[in-house]
């Protein structure tokens, strides 16, 4: 039974940084594709980063050089250090996960398990 519950979210001022944590039980890291997604209000769920299950890593160009994900296979977490925050980064951010295959050109609806997401605000 996969279960990702996020944590780290939170009210912080423009030009702060903010790292979520997703916790992550019923999976292994080297079989299954991980990510990070966000949703503000009124716009689609977008793709913020992901891991493979090899360990590379893959960028939205709206959060490059400013965020990274990393995962911690001893601590089975997921994780997402957000620099440099913008009001634009408003949303609630989900991690997710899918069987390995095809990773990086994943969309958002192969991903087969999620988290039920933590609230990040950008004033």
């Known amino acids: 039974h996969v279960q990702l519950v996020e944590s780290g979210g939170g009210s912080v001022q423009a030009g702060g940084s903010l790292k979520l944590s997703c916790t992550v039980s019923?999976?292994?890291?080297?079989?299954?594709?991980v990510a990070w997604f966000r949703q503000a209000p009124g716009k689609e769920r977008e793709g913020v980063g992901r891991i493979t299950s090899g360990g590379n890593t893959a960028y939205a160009d709206s959060v490059k050089d400013r965020f990274t994900i990393s995962r911690d296979v001893t601590e089975n977490a997921l994780y997402l250090q957000m620099n440099s925050l913008k009001a634009e980064d408003s949303a609630m951010y989900y991690c997710?996960?899918?069987?390995?295959?095809?990773?990086?050109?994943?969309?958002?609806?192969?991903?087969?398990?999620w988290g039920l997401g933590t609230q990040v605000t950008v004033s």
């Open positions: 997710a996960a899918k069987w390995f295959g095809n990773c990086l050109a994943a969309k958002t609806s192969d991903f087969s398990y």
């Open positions: 019923g999976l292994r890291f080297s079989m299954y594709c």
